[in-house]
């Protein structure tokens, strides 16, 4: 029986994790997938000047080109906003290049929509194509 290559060099899926990691983990893109879209209406960080939680709802599409993100690094990846302080245009734009560096698809939209506090919404969008 052959290996199984797809999930060669995954090494949060299937193992216990209790903490944040730095980057998410990819596997080769199937066939004929055209676009991915992960969203996650969880994701929490901090305001940077007040240190109030921020709440946001995270959408990430992206069309593959060798690499597909795992989703359990991808959830592991975004837990470690949590107790950071960022700007939600600078959470957008950070995701969307770790996405575009560790999978290279041929581009990623991260539309980030912070829930509103004094009555603002905030949605920004980041995205990225490759070269």
């Known amino acids: 029986m052959e290996p199984d290559t797809t ?12 903490h944040a990691i730095d980057h998410v983990e990819v596997f080769p893109a199937p066939a004929n997938v055209t ?20 709440l946001s709802t995270v959408v990430i599409e992206y069309q593959p080109a060798e690499w597909c993100v ?7 990846y975004l837990w ?6 960022v700007f ?26 912070q829930r509103p506090r004094g009555g603002i919404e905030v949605q920004a969008v980041a995205e990225l194509r490759s070269e």
């Open 88 to 113: 939600a245009e600078a959470l957008a734009a950070e995701i969307a290049g770790e996405i575009m560096a560790s999978a290279r698809p041929k581009r990623v939209t991260v539309t980030l929509t």
């Open 70 to 76: 795992e989703s359990k690094s991808l959830k592991l």
């Open 80 to 85: 470690g906003f949590r107790d950071r302080a």
């Open 7 to 18: 999930t060669q060099g995954l090494t949060v899926l299937g193992a216990t994790v209790r």
């Open 35 to 54: 676009t991915v879209r992960f969203t996650n209406d969880e994701l929490n960080s901090m305001c940077p000047v007040t240190q109030q939680p921020d």
